[in-house]
């Protein structure tokens, strides 16, 4: 079964309150956008995904491994620029800062792992995304 969200857009600014079913969370657009500014926009959440799905990856494979990890922090810098024909293309810049009693060679393997993670690969996977459909 796949991953199921529900979404319940309120008439102030764009607030979106988001459910996967067990847990809740307020989107919104930027002051910019006319919106309230009060939750993480579209763009956050895509960047967010990636970066959890980064620093998670590197905690599983420095356990999966036992090496000594502590802290795992990332920075992650989206810029999207509209091209030809109104074409997107995205650059995403990555800086992971990893904590530990590790070698270079322990790091660089973890810092390879984190490009392999899930939600990287699906997003440079093929998407196929059907056309809104009115809800009942």
Known sequence: MGKKINIKNIPTGYQS???NGRHSLLGDEPLTSKGTDLGFSPEDFI???????KVATVRYIARKNNWDIR?????LEMNVKRGKGGKLSTHVAVALKIEGDLTEEQKAELLKQADACYVHRMINGEWDIEHATTLS
């Open 17 to 19: 309150f988001i459910s």
């Open 47 to 53: 960047l967010s995904s990636l970066a959890m799905c």
């Open 71 to 75: 802290d795992v922090d990332g920075e």
